[in-house]
């Protein structure tokens, strides 16, 4: 280990390190090494690598070579500086900074102004011409080095601090005079030397120690920690430490720092855009005591360092080759970068830039298509809260489907209909959704639930209809027969106005106006694509990512409606059409009902002859919407207690309307109630015990399928059967299908292609199917039932456990809403081995939740599968997804 | 297929098959030829193959060769009888029997008397000199023929004869006179002349095909084809047809009839065992006109016939090396033996006369292993209804859990207790069980349950204490809050006594005695091993199997009291101790209700605290009774509202206990109820949210292993996590675990040698099992909710679906009772490849239902798992099948 470095120095033009060294010098370090090689002018100083931090968190010490090679660093940089490490003259300050590999801001310490001491604090005074400024400074840096490295607690500084504030009588710390200050840096050793039992350091060295070490220490703050898990950053990478000559920008009018970024982070166009302050130190921008001024201000203030940063801000951008976040301070005319970054920016920004890029030849077209981050293409989708209102947030849920909408709370669907009927902007307020709400959730323009979590019935309902909600909002009681709900003090009765914020879980008392997002505005035909900048860019990408995938994109659309939603984002076909959604529309329900309350199989009959000819005239627009394209149908899938009502006041309706006795309803209601409905009474098995509903589904799809034929439109029908645990059970049900696809066929003279497949979403299904791939002709995985059978969990359930599981690492990811790729995702591949085995080539997909999420589509790309389906919303998402696995080898 | 050979004959000494041919020619056909081989007298006759079934359904026709291959040995026949078909004066008579390669009695059909015509029945009325029995017979002929072959429903036939009879003033068929036997005849052939269009066949080659198709097609009737659904049958293997010359035991006091068994096929013991009849035909024993004599008496009445009967009889068993079930026939004198098979026999005559065969040099001590149906060995060990009762059945339902008791119906746990408590003997009746009602159960003698299948919660539990129990009983309703249960009917009144037989599934109303089987009166110590020759046989032929075995057997046990019975029983270990079950005992679940209404983990310590003492000393007492032997203790699995009541009242005296308002309780209640509770917050993830429940459970099994240790107890303790998902939740688990082992072994200074393991019942476990592997020192699969999990199939919700599901062959068996070894077994194999992967030689073992299944116990085998763990009673059986297991190469 002894030949091995630890420490990496630039300054004077010269680095030992580059931008490619993120791994060992951080981001941070990277990027100053690099800015020093190609000529920026940096302060100059040296990294200790991110390896340093691992070991010392490890053994609780760091390599005993360092100290040397420390030593000898801290020689460059008082060579390169001119000046000396604890010197009383012309005293070199640094700053200690963390700097990982990835950026965590605000997660861990920084310390600045090191080496102050009682004798270095003079030499500042002198040298700045300002001794208050030194003495403040000797001031923050006992503050905060006492709090960071001795660990005394911040209040005790800040009582001082107050006490100071009011013998003085002043308001502001920066009305403290020098006098007052350097009786405070007193008073502050004092402090130190009662709590930790010893004098605050005055030694340069260990002061540089003394930082580094609590540097180190902050990579396990909890804050830090909580941050890595959420962002998905392993533990054991580790920061590196930057030490830094401090460079002042507030050593008079010719000084000053600021902020930066070459393009607009907020909408991508090509202007620098920034803000600065003259004679200030960074922190003063940050804190907000004083109003920044706009970068362009700068030429008339600094004008020199101006046309400096412009030139610089030019050749970072062209050198890094992406929009720059630049940090900089101007020192008695000079300028100085202190760091620069990629910077962070919204979707409809990294559209933009990327597609500018790409036309301004600085980047490829694959450059682009992997530099937009596919989940935050959902922002431009959705609508906005138009800015600059105010309104009292009054609680906070998971935002569980992006958009906003305001609306009067009600608390029933009935209610909800009623009142959308008569013109009402509603938003429907549950304990939780379940199917029967449905016809109120299609006409709210929001759902708030005070349970479930980020796939519950309402969050995927919602998502998949993309439309706004918010749930599983903590300490909310609804109260749906007396109409509120209460949250804290507040009470938000029938009829009041709230806001529903779906992409940060905000609901708001009150009608905040909203605004379709421009996208939007394009796709629905209100606004024209080529007054839509965002539009033209969101198009131009997902045109480039098309080009390089090989994952084809459907959608799940169970209506009409969403399947021409889905075409006009560019889905492929429908990859789920859930012919249970149709159900509930109107007085289909009530078909349905009498089928489920038949004595018999003629009953049953009876009821379904009713339901056919609403579910082929679906089936026959949703084949229109998707001309040419596939149609994958899944016959009924939900438990029948879905479908009635478990009210009181409902069943007693619904039995006078089907002139039953209310006893004998309830026997019936009784009778379907499950254990665990989750795995009860569904899917193929309510096809094997009911082969009527099988027949009457194909026979609506076929006779669909020949009239749509008829009038021109290219149909490509898919018939797939859910739940099936064995070969048998499909070949049961492949035989009645084939069986109505002869009669209804045959007598129509009418050839239709057609496939049988069926949904893999049972461990069982997926460890036997090379027997099932010998019945069905394609598979498609039904990731969310797969997920809650693999791993044993109840997704209505997991809410009271399923965090503390992802919090504590148990689990990698919440794996209803990334694939859980060791388990669920090993099932997979098992499946599609032996799968294509018996059957060569075989088609499939998945369609679950996680077809629209991009880590998942990235798995679903390598394991060989041919396409993901996602809801409407989420195509463009999965477009670029799968351009970006494609891409990534 | 020219010279493919479809008939083979006997006669005369000499045949064309064997006994080896069992597939080819059926049971009856290759026994037949057999005994003709080695000298047993037997009628003359051939066999048309199995395989001809099978072509003549698939084909609707038989192969053209086949007319002549019968033609050749029809004249065979002739000659070897001296008798010629359809002759006038010497008729030879035939049967038509099916017979295929496994027994179905009584299943298929058979035509006796062939060729009978208006004109060999002539011969016969001369040759028997006895026309009234030759026109009788003619009589039934052509009803049998009229009904198998041409359909005429059976019903007319029986109106003629009806009429006959009233006509005749006679009130037995067998008071017809000749005459009117002869008008019977004819208006017998009118009747088929007007139901089929056309005259009785006279023809005799058209007779003898007529019935040889009728017997191919009974293959598919409807009870046929259930009986091999339910035995495991396959259905395509076809039967075979027997065509054997008639012999007539009715032909004076010369003749007889008879069946019997080479040992007792009840108790096993060795002595010849029979019944007959003199002058009478097979059909008149079963019958049951006329009551057989004992076969003893055979040696007055045929002395000549029954000294060759029992030389034969000797012979065969001697030859078939296994208890035979003889039919025979004296024809004049001549004794014929129609039939030979092995008999069915009770488990008790099997154990006998396997350990007799094998003392008196028969068969060796492996085939001996072999032999034993090991499923049937429950029979022995529950009480039995003291034989020669008689008492209404008033219902029937699922056979759950073997034994019969009775006792006054009783219809809530509680009264259960308190009339227990009084003296009384209690059988619990409601519509399911759950854990409350567990201090019933323990006190009842029995359960009856209206709902709920094989392994509901009544049938496991009951199964596992080794008490009886007749569950999901079609039709009845149980009111426990009026306190009776309908059926039909009957009402039974709380007080009223009932018998349950869980053999069987028959209620019956009133007391029947029962007494406890031999074998439980040795092991309850009542009854001396030297006066009980069925224990003996039992004794042995488990050491046997012991020696051949490599599989340990282990209990499921949760009391000392179950440990002891296990120990006596041969368990070599406890393979789940279901630590929860004694939550329920006493006053210890207002401990654990205090636990889970508790506001914090402080309070819930507290109430921890308290349950503490109380598990600490069930574990010692387990130890104890497990001396040396391993310890397995499951970590609490069930979700926390099985421990909670859901009735109004019990609420009210609950919050009263506990000093909660009802409303307080009542919302703890709702806040714990979940959708699918099967998947929800339970095992693990409660361990995981409330840690201090393993701590708590840890300490009291290590305390109570220590102070096993110092009285001189070799403990051998295993703790083992429920319901882990991923290897980072074992891992934090199993630090919890440790640390209360350092602290607690530390401070009593006492070294344990204990191992940490894990339940793989989730899918995603098998899958990451080579993780798992890492941190867990052994795996006990769950195969219950394996079964659960992979299949997506709720054990409580299942009944609706899951009969058909076997019926129409979707799955082989019911994959609770079998374990489903596509699908769970290929996830165990999966798991045990990986996990040894990782750990070399881990052991691993089962510890679900599947535990004491024969079949089940065969896959472990061959898996390579370390051992089988079931409830105490069906130990003997887990070790006899794990004897077989390994024999059966």
Known sequence: MTNHRYVYFFGNGRADGTREMKALLGGKGANLAEMTNIGVPVPPGFTMTCE???????????????????????????????????????PLLVSVRSGGAVSMPGMMETILNLVLNDITVEGLARNSGNARFAFDSYRRFLQMYGDVVLNVPIQKFEHLLEAKRLTQGVINDSDLNEKSLRTLVEEYKLLVRHAVGREFPMDPVEQLWGATEAVWRSWMLKKAVDYRRVNGIPDDIGTAVNVVAMV????????????????????????????????????????????????????????????????????????????????????????????????????????????????????????????????????????????????????????????????????????????????????????????????????????????????????????????????????????????????????????????????????????????????????????????????????????????????????????????????????????????????????????????????????????????????????????????????NIRLLDPPLHEFLPHGGEETKMLARQLGVSREELLRVVDALRETNPMLGHRGARLLVTYPEITEMQSRAIFEAAVRAKRRGIVVKPEIMVPLIMSAKELSHQRAIIEDVARQVLGAMGEPIDYQIGTMIELPRAALTASAIAEVAEYFSFGTN?????????????????????????????????????????????????????????????????????????????????????????????????????????
């Open 52 to 90: 340093l931090c691992a070991i010392y968190l490890k053994q609780q010490t760091y390599p005993q070579e360092l100290r040397d090679e420390v030593a000898i660093n801290l020689q460059r940089l008082e060579e390169v500086s001119g000046k000396a490490f604890g010197d009383a003259e012309n």
């Open 785 to 889: 039932d797969l997920t809650q059978t693999t791993l044993g969990l109840s997704r209505d359930d997991a809410g009271k456990f399923l965090p503390l599981y992802v919090e504590y690492g148990m689990l990698p990811d919440d794996p209803f809403q990334v694939l859980d790729q060791e388990g669920v995702g090993k099932l997979i591949r098992i499946a599609m081995e032996s799968g294509r085995k018996t059957r060569p080539g075989m088609k499939a997909g998945i369609c679950g939740e996680h077809g629209g999420d991009p880590k998942s589509i990235a798995f679903v790309h390598r394991t060989g599968l041919d396409y993901v389906s996602c809801s409407p919303f989420r195509v463009p998402i999965a477009r670029l997804a799968a351009g970006q696995a494609a891409l990534d080898v």
């Open 248 to 631: 002042f920008g507030n050593m008079g009018d010719d000084s000053g720092t600021g902020v930066a970024f070459t393009r607009d982070p907020s909408t991508g166009e090509r202007a620098f855009y920034g803000e600065f302050l003259v004679n200030a130190q960074g922190e003063d921008v940050v804190a907000g005591i004083r109003t920044p001024l706009r970068i362009e201000r700068m030429s008339e203030l600094l004008p020199d360092a101006y046309a400096e940063l412009m030139q610089t801000q030019l050749a970072l951008e062209t050198h890094f080759r992406d929009m720059q976040d630049l940090e900089f301070t101007v020192e008695r005319g000079k300028l100085y970068l202190l760091q620069t970054r990629n910077g962070k920016r919204t979707a409809a920004a990294a559209l933009r830039i990327a597609r500018d890029m790409v036309d301004e030849g600085l980047i490829t077209t694959h450059e682009a298509v992997m530099r937009i981050p596919a989940h935050q293409l959902d922002q431009l989708l959705h609508p906005v809260i138009d800015s600059g209102q105010r309104a009292p947030v009054i609680c906070k849920g998971l935002p569980a489907s992006p958009g906003a909408a305001s609306g009067i709370a009600v608390f029933d669907a009935d209610t909800a209909e009623q009142r959308a009927n008569r013109g009402d902007s509603v938003i429907l307020v549950r304990d939780e959704t379940t199917p029967e709400d449905f016809h109120g959730m299609v006409v709210a323009r929001a759902v708030l639930t005070s349970r479930g979590g980020m796939t519950s019935h309402a969050a995927v309902v919602c998502r998949g209809m993309g439309k706004c909600a918010v749930v599983g909002v903590q300490n909310m009681s609804v109260d749906a027969e007396a109409r509120y709900f209460r949250v804290g003090d507040t009470t938000v009765r029938e009829g009041e106005w709230i806001t529903v914020d779906g992409a940060t879980g905000n609901v708001y008392l009150g009608e905040l106006q909203t605004v379709p997002s421009e996208v939007m505005r394009v796709i629905n035909g209100t606004a024209r694509p080529d007054q839509a900048p965002t539009y033209l860019a969101f198009r131009q990408v997902l045109e480039w990512a098309d080009d390089s995938r090989r994952l084809r994109v459907r959608a799940n659309a169970d209506t009409p409606k969403d399947a021409r939603i889905a075409r006009a984002f560019g889905a492929e076909g429908i990859g789920l059409c859930r012919t249970e959604h149709m159900f509930f529309e109107g007085d289909r329900i009530n078909a349905v009902r009498e089928m489920i309350l038949a004595h018999d199989e003629m009953g049953r009959r009876r009821a379904l002859a009713k339901l056919l000819p609403m579910q082929r005239s679906d089936f026959e627009a949703i084949f229109e919407a998707m001309n040419g394209f596939p149609v």
